[in-house]
């Protein structure tokens, strides 16, 4: 019987308790968010004459939650696609929708209702301007390096305050960037080199996956040094559990569910594969926006890490009784 005197049996049933409780959150945030996705806000831009772009609009806001952009012609609709300000442009003639235009690589779930809804409407041809790396055919590399990027990421700051608790914020900083860059330099060597599955610059791309290790890590790190071990349930939970389903990597932000959207992208996972994504397929295009949300996490992991330390420095010399 342990030091406060809780019997066998009432701690082996407060283990089934708590796993139970957490399997059934996992089920349920991953369940929720990735089943049957829909448009809510999906962005979509339609070019013509006023009068045919009017009712197409119509039409698709019959459909579902689109956020329809009316344009001029059909440059201008291209132009929106291939700065990720919509998933698809429709191009309309005297018959209807002569042809779509979309973007595989900005998301190929989306893409895919792009052009059914072209074709659907009449559409004889579409014009993918970006398109998926031919080691990537099916558009999941970037969910598969996000997932084990955050879950490697909360290990990292639970290993670095276990094995290494007396080092400082700028040690902690140095240390925590660090294993963010090489880690993203072998992440991206691995998807790029190897797997022809990740185009783009990869020393951008190693720098955006390091930055978001290092919000990660020195959140989570802040968290558990402040609360203790049971703290280290709160990073998987906000990160893992919340911020990966809600990320909309696999499919797109607008794809999912309020409030998974627009929530995941204020999230470190989801930041991450927007910002990769920008960087590998879009010359940049949309990054700074969740740059920006990569970088105020960092600095709240700073704040953490410096009240974490600065709080235990306090208890380390306050006076024994």
Excluded: C, K
Excluded at 276 to 285: E, I, K, N, S, V
């Amino acid at each position: 019987m342990p030091p406060d005197g809780t019997p066998l049996r009432v701690r082996a049933l407060r283990v089934v308790l708590i796993a139970v409780v957490l399997q059934t959150l996992f089920v349920f945030f991953f369940l929720v968010p990735a089943h049957d996705p829909e448009p809510n806000g999906f962005p979509v831009a339609v070019a013509g004459e006023a009068p045919a772009v009017e009712r197409f609009t119509a039409r698709l806001l019959e459909r579902a939650d689109f956020d329809v952009q009316q344009v001029a012609s059909a440059a201008e609709g291209r132009a929106l696609v291939e700065d990720r300000d919509v998933y698809g442009t429709f191009v309309l003639g005297e018959g209807g929708v002569e042809r779509v235009i979309t973007a595989s690589a900005a998301s190929l779930p989306a893409a895919q209702i792009v052009e059914e809804l072209g074709r659907e409407a009449g559409a004889r041809s579409v014009e993918d301007v970006r398109r998926l790396a031919p080691g990537d055919p099916r558009g999941v590399a970037l969910n598969v390096i996000v997932l084990p990027l955050v879950i490697t990421a909360i290990l990292a700051a639970l290993m670095a305050v276990n094995l290494v608790p007396d080092l400082d914020l700028r040690g902690r900083f140095g240390l925590t960037a660090l294993a963010g860059l090489l880690g993203g330099l072998i992440a991206v060597a691995l998807a790029n080199w190897w797997r022809d599955a990740l185009p783009g610059p990869w020393l951008a791309e190693a720098g955006v996956i390091a930055l978001a290790v290092l919000a990660i890590a020195l959140v989570s790190a802040g968290i558990i040094r402040l609360i203790g071990p049971a703290g280290t349930v709160v990073p998987f939970l906000l990160f893992l559990m919340i911020g990966n389903p809600a990320s909309g990597v696999a499919s797109a932000p607008e794809l999912l569910p309020t409030p998974w959207n627009p929530v995941g992208q204020l999230l470190p996972p989801g930041a991450l594969g927007s910002a990769l994504r920008g960087t590998a397929y879009f010359d940049g295009a949309g990054v700074v926006f969740p740059i920006v949300v990569l970088l105020a996490w960092a600095a709240l992991g700073v704040w953490l890490v410096a009240l974490s330390g600065r709080r235990g420095a306090a208890a380390a010399g306050a006076p024994r009784p």
